[in-house]
């Protein structure tokens, strides 16, 4: 693995955050012909800092890249805030994910950003499926990086999303 920071191998997903998952729904799919997607509601996920966050998900791929659309819904919100209005609907840039070939290569790259100091505020692992975390890349990015690798129950559940 280089030594480069902005590890953009793997590409892998776009994430857009969103105050009203329903209308964002609607949006892709009379803007991008994209849908049905797979959603999931109201699910407790991990928040910054080992907090809880109640969020919705909707996932497709629109050709070979991942498609993420996130709602926030209660709880520690910070990571979605600095994009989200406080009122009117919106649809905005999160992040971008890169998937790793192995576990190894996540703890690397997560040894990587740590030794420079990067703030890591999630990390953790989705039903066993995948592993993950977030490097706050904000700074000079202007967006979060995702950082994951998927088990191989994670890429079944993942070839069997929606593909336009």
């Known amino acids: 693995m280089s030594n480069n920071l902005l590890l953009l191998t793997g590409f892998f997903q776009i994430g857009y955050a969103t105050n009203d998952l329903d209308k964002a729904l609607a949006l892709f799919r009379d803007k991008y012909d994209m849908g049905p997607f797979a959603e999931i509601r109201n699910i407790p996920v991990q928040g910054p800092n080992n907090t809880d966050l109640l969020a919705n998900f909707a996932l497709a ?12 819904v209660e709880g ?7 994009v989200l209005p406080n009122s009117d609907f919106a649809v905005r840039h999160h992040h971008f994910a890169y998937c ?5 290569q996540l703890n ?4 990587k ?6 703030a890591i505020p999630v ?14 890349t904000r700074p000079w ?24």
């Open 141 to 164: 990015l202007g967006h979060y990086s995702e950082y994951l690798t998927l088990t191989d129950k994670g890429r079944a559940t993942y070839a069997q999303l929606p593909r336009y």
């Open 76 to 82: 520690d919100t910070s990571m979605f805030d600095h």
């Open 123 to 136: 990390q953790g692992n989705g039903m066993e499926q995948v592993f993950f975390f977030y490097a706050d």
């Open 100 to 104: 790793l070939d192995s576990m190894e």
């Open 61 to 72: 791929y629109k050709g070979d890249t991942m498609i993420e659309l996130i709602q926030p």
């Open 113 to 118: 950003m740590r030794a420079q100091d990067i």
């Open 108 to 111: 690397e790259a997560e040894a």
